[in-house]
């Protein structure tokens, strides 16, 4: 699994590449997406917030029960927290476009 650093450099790379006009589109050869569809992007975006979600619930199980470092827990809920505004943010502009499509004159 990728880290949260390694995902942020991505998006950075591919932001540049885009601001100087030279999109790949995942044609790179070891990029992960290789041309995946918006609906692949969106499931395995999805798939791993829930992956987060879940990391996060066992370690706070594993926390309370004694069992894991208090610093691990706290990152693991950041991590999840953070996620979670992600997915909500996205749903949220996701929402806009649609409701800015369907107010568009035919």
């Not at 999109?23 to 290789?34: I, V």
Request: without cysteine.
């Amino acid at each position: 699994m990728p880290t949260p650093a390694q995902n942020y450099m991505s998006a950075v790379n591919a932001y540049s590449k885009v601001a100087t006009g030279k999109p790949s589109l995942g044609t790179e050869p070891g990029n992960a997406l290789q041309q995946d569809g918006f609906a692949d992007l969106v499931k395995n975006a999805i798939h791993e917030a829930t992956k987060i979600g879940q990391r996060s619930e066992q370690l706070s199980i594993a926390g309370i029960n004694d069992r894991a470092d208090v610093n691990q827990v706290v990152t693991a809920m950041a991590e999840a927290e953070l996620t979670l505004q992600t997915v909500v943010t996205v749903r949220d502009k996701v929402l806009d476009a649609y409701k800015t499509i369907l107010r568009m004159p035919m």
